[in-house]
Every structure is written in structure tokens, then in C-alpha cells.
T-cell receptor, first 113, second 114 residues
Framework: SQKIEQNSEALNIQEGKTATLTCNYT??????LQWYRQDPGRGPVFLLLIRENEKEKRKERLKVTFDTTLKQSLFHITASQPADSATYLCAPEGARNFNKFYFGSGTKLNVKP | NAGVTQTPKFQVLKTGQSMTLQCAQD?????MSWYRQDPGMGLRLIHYSVGAGITDQGEVPNGYNVSRSTTEDFPLRLLSAAPSQTSVYFC?????????????FGPGTRLTVL
């Protein structure tokens, strides 16, 4: 069955540095992958989508890469700010079903001033 | 636009009771989903719908029923609540299609089953 792994340990970084979060998946080949942000007590909020034929996608201070050979996506936040502190979830699309997603358990990012 | 709304925000049930979690969206989205989120386990898909009258099972459908009689509403029914169903439940909707799959999530319902 599909398996999605995100680092369960919190990532602690200093303000201004680049945060890099990892999402690894096994046992399937998603056509695309999404990243979401979740704040405590709230629902996830969509950030970025990257397709299998795209190596990299950028949006303001965010950058996502998608390596279908390694079965891995990296999520980068440059010039991080305390307001970026949240849990970040990756969601590879499920088995070529464009409306069925499998979510990772998320990585909590703490940006310290 | 209100987006995706969920009611109630909090609920406490006793084992064996039944209840319905309500979800509505006003964005005319075809696709709607229900997830549960447990500590350390991320979001797990319970049921989803690709349009009115069409539903399908996700990863963890046992103990839950859904129906989709309108585009706007997608209620989740717990038939006989069990402590293992204590969780936070999120409803989500999306436009659908390969290019427009940003999911919009509701604020969640925190359910405790005693």
C-alpha cells in the first residue's frame, strides 16, 4: 500500500535561514504532489502543487522540487520568518486518481527570532 | 463566500450513539472529501465524492456512511460511535480535474467518544 513519510521530528531553525522539509513516498507513482500548511486548531491550507513532469516550482519564498526517481519532494522556505512556524503536510495524489489524496503526517517547523 | 463550513465544532458522544457531521461548501465544487486526523498519523481519507449522487471509499471507511444528494452538502454519519473514532474530522472540497485540485478545508470537528 502507499506510504508517505515526513520527518516526525520538529525542525527548529533561526529566522532568516532556509528551511528544508522532506517528503518521501513508496509503492506508487503520483502524477503530482501538493504541499499544505496547517496551524494549530485549523484545517490545512494549500500552498503549492507540482506535477511529475516539473522538477521545480516556486511561489514567492517557497520552492518545491519533485524527484520521481528518488520518490521524494523537498519543500524549501527561504528567508524564514517566525510567522512561517506551522506544520507542513505533503499530499501525493493517489494512484492516478486526481481526487484521492494521501497525506503525510506532517513536519512541524519552528522558526526562532 | 463562506468556503467550507462544518458543524458542530465540538461534540462528545457516548459509545454506541450515532450522529451526523455536517459539511457544506458554496464554491460549486464537484469534489468533496472527509478526513480524520489523529496525532502522529496525519490526515486519512474516509470517504470522498466526485459529484452529486456519487461516493467512494477512502482508506478508513469502516463505521462511517456518506451520501451526496446536492453539490453543496456532504454529511458524514457515524452509525454507532466507538472510542476509536475519537479524532478531528475535516471536510474538504475541490474544483476537480487534473489542473484544479487545490483542496479547501473546513475548520474541523473535534469529536470525543467516551
Amino acid at each position: 500500500s502507499q506510504k508517505i513519510e515526513q520527518n516526525s521530528e520538529a525542525l527548529n531553525i533561526q529566522e532568516g535561514k532556509t528551511a528544508t522539509l522532506t517528503c518521501n513516498y513508496t509503492n506508487y507513482s503520483p502524477a503530482y504532489l501538493q504541499w499544505y500548511r496547517q496551524d494549530p486548531g485549523r484545517g490545512p491550507v494549500f500552498l503549492l502543487l507540482i506535477r511529475e513532469n516539473e522538477k521545480e516550482k516556486r511561489k514567492e519564498r517557497l520552492k518545491v522540487t519533485f524527484d520521481t526517481t528518488l520518490k521524494q519532494s523537498l519543500f524549501h522556505i527561504t528567508a524564514s520568518q517566525p510567522a512561517d512556524s506551522a506544520t507542513y503536510l505533503c499530499a501525493p495524489e493517489g494512484a492516478r486518481n486526481f481526487n484521492k489524496f494521501y497525506f503525510g503526517s506532517g513536519t512541524k517547523l519552528n522558526v526562532k527570532p | 463566500n463562506a468556503g467550507v463550513t462544518q458543524t458542530p465544532k465540538f461534540q462528545v458522544l457516548k459509545t454506541g450513539q450515532s450522529m451526523t457531521l455536517q459539511c457544506a461548501q458554496d464554491m460549486n465544487h464537484e469534489y468533496m472529501s472527509w478526513y480524520r486526523q489523529d496525532p502522529g498519523m496525519g490526515l486519512r481519507l474516509i470517504h470522498y465524492s466526485v459529484g452529486a449522487g456519487i461516493t467512494d471509499q477512502g482508506e478508513v471507511p469502516n463505521g462511517y456512511n456518506v451520501s451526496r444528494s446536492t453539490t453543496e452538502d456532504f454529511p458524514l454519519r457515524l452509525l454507532s460511535a466507538a472510542p476509536s473514532q475519537t479524532s478531528v474530522y475535516f471536510c474538504a472540497s475541490s474544483y476537480g480535474g487534473a489542473d484544479y485540485n487545490e483542496q479547501f478545508f473546513g475548520p474541523g470537528t473535534r469529536l470525543t467518544v467516551l
